[in-house]
């Protein structure tokens, strides 16, 4: 597949604009740091979405229904009910009732879980670290400010 978020320098880019090429530059660079980072999570059994899910159970430190676990992650409700679907067959979340409305599903995360989760974590600080690796302390300062002028 060959399109212009996953080519890193197309020639229309490259050759068709003020920016001589620096965003395709950019965007082909988070695609690649995207892909390391799912590589990684996969290695341990867990995606980008497991992992961020989990991560916003275990952050509220009780159990959460699901529709506030859907505005956390900023998805529609249906897509968290899968997801904990697939969470839950996989022994990494369970649900339960709510006291407060009988309607309500919560979830929290399973011990199994919060083991999967801590992988996880390793697993993205691994990648983290290796990024920084490749950069020294000023160029990484560096290219945090680049960064946030992109962001404004």
């Known amino acids: 597949m060959n399109s212009i978020l996953h080519d890193t320098q197309p020639e229309c880019a490259v050759r068709s604009g003020?920016?001589?090429?620096t965003l395709m530059a950019v965007l082909g660079a988070a695609e690649q740091l995207r892909e390391r980072l799912e590589e990684a999570l996969v290695a341990v059994g867990l995606s980008v979405s497991k992992f961020d899910a989990m991560e916003?159970?275990?952050?509220a430190g009780e159990p959460m229904t699901l529709g506030n676990l859907a505005g956390q992650l900023r998805c529609v409700r249906s897509n968290v009910t899968q997801l904990v679907d697939r969470l839950e067959a996989e022994g990494l979340v369970k649900r339960g009732s709510c006291l407060e409305d009988r309607r309500?599903?919560?979830?929290?995360?399973?011990?199994?879980g919060m083991e999967r989760h801590a992988a996880?974590?390793?697993a993205i600080?691994?990648?983290?670290?290796?990024?920084?690796?490749?950069?020294?302390?000023?160029?990484?300062?560096?290219?945090?400010?680049?960064?946030?002028?992109?962001?404004?």
């Open 18 to 21: 003020p920016d001589e090429g």
């Open 56 to 59: 916003q159970l275990i952050r």
């Open 104 to 112: 309500a599903v919560r979830a929290k995360v399973t011990p199994l």
């Open 120 to 122: 996880g974590l390793e």
């Open 125 to 152: 600080r691994a990648v983290q670290r290796d990024v920084a690796d490749r950069l020294g302390p000023a160029q990484r300062s560096q290219l945090m400010d680049l960064l946030s002028g992109l962001a404004d």
